[in-house]
């Protein structure tokens, strides 16, 4: 039998012959040494473990004994009574095989080591001990840290939280608005045909026999000098002829952005992480225990760059120690929107581009002009140009982000 075990049943039968009326011949000593028994109990082994309300309560008798000078009956009535109760939890327990107690209190409850400190049956956040600093909240997945935040100002952070980070967050500027303006410069032209002029014959559109060099031939232009001298004489009933469209020279278009960024309206605030990374247990599936925030903190987590906020963490919060604003508008181009409409050569019986016309369309082919017998003056060419001016080909689009350095996401709840 332990010592503890002797103590106890020493105070026991000591009780029972108080309650029966007889004399215990107790003596102030008698109760002086009961008491240290009873000391004993409380200050031993891991049966004392058991009974820490009883040790607390032989703590304050000896406590009240000393203030007083002299204990008195009641003191030791207290302590005695206390014993009793010790002395029955054995019996109920029995002797001869005692259940091992496997709890060994270890001080106060610690709130984030998933153990039952006390050795009160409640583990973490399931012990109101750690209620007003601790909370369960939804798991914490690996990677992310416990955090508080506080949006909008940067009081100090709440007790158990440090690592603070003065930060800015929540961006509300959208992107860029692009506008390309597309300027236009010089004037496009057709100027140019090629003409090359063949041999007269009777029979229609025969260019077999080339009776001129190709010849370029400015646009809009009346001309009277006929090459080869071919038509002086007067057009017989067709003239064969060739006339080539030379491309455009199109009109110069220059691109400018007017972009639109509107302002990066994050607004300040800082970031807390927990003192102590560990999370306890004592709540519901999902839950963890952890240190609550307070003042105008929320509850959060947190993790470096740009992360999808994990389950039963939703408010996300896009923060960082300063902003990087790379919106802006990508450069236009412009191209230009001239053609050039049909052209044709138009030959004329007057020495002025007037008088009696015939008409030959530029299209690269051998055709045959009908003059009617009448003698050519002059002649010109005409391609005129269709749609001139500028229009965006490219560019001009929304490009870059608000970004932050040291970017960090945070979730709250
Ligand atoms: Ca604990
Ligand atoms: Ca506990």
Redesign the pocket.
């Known amino acids: 039998m332990s010592e503890t075990r002797r103590a106890g049943l020493l105070t026991c039968g000591l009780v029972l012959l108080a309650a029966c009326g007889l004399p215990t011949a107790g003596t102030r000593d008698d109760d002086a040494g009961l008491e240290e028994d009873a000391s004993l109990l409380g200050d031993s082994g891991p049966e004392a473990s058991t009974s820490t309300q009883d040790a607390a309560v032989l703590d304050a008798g000896d406590a009240g004994a000393a203030a007083s000078g002299d204990a008195t009956v009641g003191d030791a009535s207290a302590v005695d009574g206390a014993a009793a109760v010790d002395a029955a939890r054995e019996d109920a327990s029995g002797d001869a095989a005692p259940v091992p107690d496997a709890c060994t209190p270890q001080g106060n ?1 610690n709130c984030t080591n998933g ?10 956040c ?2 109101p ?2 209620g007003p600093q601790y909370e369960c909240v939804p798991s914490i997945p690996a990677g992310w840290n416990a955090a508080a935040l506080s949006i909008g100002s940067r009081p100090g952070c709440p007790a158990g939280f440090a690592s603070q980070r003065d930060v800015v967050m929540d961006p509300t500027g959208g992107a860029a608005t692009c506008t390309c303006n597309c300027a236009s410069s010089g004037a496009a032209s057709c100027e140019k045909g090629n003409v090359t002029f063949y041999g007269p014959n009777l029979i229609g559109n025969d260019c077999s026999i080339i009776g001129s060099a190709a010849t370029d031939v400015a646009e809009g232009a009346c001309r009277s000098n006929l090459p080869f001298g071919l038509f002086g004489f007067g057009m017989g009933a067709n003239a064969p002829l060739r006339v080539t469209k030379v491309g455009l020279t199109p009109n110069t278009c220059n691109g400018s952005i007017a972009a639109n960024v509107p302002p990066a309206g994050t607004q300040e605030g800082k970031r807390c992480t927990a003192q102590v990374a560990a999370v306890g247990g ?1 709540c519901s599936a999902g839950s963890v225990c952890a240190r609550r925030v307070s003042g105008t903190y929320q509850s959060c987590v947190a993790k470096s760059g740009t992360e999808v906020c994990p389950s039963g963490w939703p408010t996300k919060h896009d923060t960082g120690t300063s902003v990087n604003d790379t919106r802006a508008c990508s450069a236009c181009t412009c191209g230009s929107t001239a053609s050039c409409g049909a052209a044709t050569v138009t030959f004329y019986s007057g020495n002025s581009c007037d008088g009696t016309s015939a008409v030959a369309t530029a299209n690269d082919a051998c055709n045959a002009i009908a003059t009617a017998g009448q003698g050519v003056s002059s002649w010109r060419y005409d391609a005129p140009v269709l749609n001139e001016g500028c229009q965006k080909t490219g560019g001009g689009a929304a490009t870059g982000a608000i970004a932050f350095a040291n970017g960090e996401t945070v979730c709250c709840r």
């Open positions: 409850e153990v039952d400190d006390d050795c009160d049956g409640l583990v973490d399931a012990d001990s750690c004592g």
